[in-house]
């Protein structure tokens, strides 16, 4: 896993979008991978200006997020829909047709996940992946347990993420408790992955990430089984 370690937030994201952005001008059709939470939105911020500007181009690129609650409406404010829509799609110029979020109101989750994986497969998995970092570990809502699912998949979250995720909700009970995620194999199966953490509420969990062993407990670990994948945090988040 390689390491880049930036002063601040705002350097962490720019880096990012660097990156990001040299996938899309050497792969104008590149299938890239979106995460959500607070760590992405300084590189969402980043590539919008660089498509005001005129530097960058999404017309054909294809997205895949990784996770969203359910059951949730697409018009609910707490979804990954709105906050994608928010934060990136209504900012740049990716067409509406190549968006792909799972469907947290869909009245069948299987069928959802099942569909959701094939269509990954369709597009021979992700370019780029954009990855955050739970304090417990997680990636997407891969929640730390004994077995891992590959695939995409209904998850209940921890009481951890419920906790850490109540910030966005008026209150505790209206966190839901179950998500629809990309697998750990969905995840594994993108050609690069770029894992974000910011700020001294990580720290912990970056150490533990960088000096552990590949552990079903900090499903992080998995990465390190990853040919390419480039952890970029601030320096909040690292400890030398
Ligand atoms: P955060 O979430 O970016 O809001 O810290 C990261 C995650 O839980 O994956």
Redesign the pocket.
Same mark, same amino acid.
């Given at each position: 896993m390689r390491v880049i370690v930036c002063d601040n937030y705002e350097k962490m994201s720019y880096e990012a979008a660097r990156i990001f952005a040299s996938q899309i001008i050497i792969k104008p059709n590149s299938v890239l991978g979106l995460? @959500? =939470?607070? @760590?992405?939105i300084g590189l969402y911020n980043c590539l919008a200006k660089m498509y005001e500007n005129g530097e960058l181009d999404f017309s054909e690129v294809t997205t895949f997020n990784l996770d969203e609650y359910y059951p949730i409406a697409h018009e609910n404010d707490q979804s990954y829909h709105y906050f994608m829509n928010e934060n990136f799609f209504s900012k740049v110029n990716v067409p509406e047709d190549n968006i792909h979020i799972p469907d947290g109101s869909t009245d069948n989750p299987a069928l959802e996940c099942k569909n959701y994986e094939k269509e990954i497969d369709r597009y021979r998995g992700i370019d780029l992946q954009i *990855?955050? #970092? =739970?304090?417990n570990g997680? #990636? =997407?809502f891969n929640e730390p347990a004994e077995i891992l699912e590959p695939n995409t998949h209904v998850t209940d979250l921890t009481q951890n993420?419920i906790e850490?995720?109540s910030r966005f909700f008026e209150s505790i009970d209206l966190v839901p408790t179950k998500a629809i995620t990309m697998g750990i194999g969905s995840i594994m199966k993108s050609k690069k992955i770029l894992l *974000?953490a910011?700020?001294s =509420?990580?720290k912990e969990i970056v150490k533990k990430l960088l000096s552990s062993g590949i552990d079903t407990n900090i499903p992080a670990t998995m990465l390190k089984a990853h040919p390419d994948v480039t952890l970029i945090c601030d320096r909040e988040a690292y400890e030398d």
């Open positions: 995460a @959500t =939470g607070s @760590t992405p *990855l955050g #970092i =739970g304090q997680h #990636i =997407g993420t850490a995720n *974000l910011s700020g =509420g990580k």
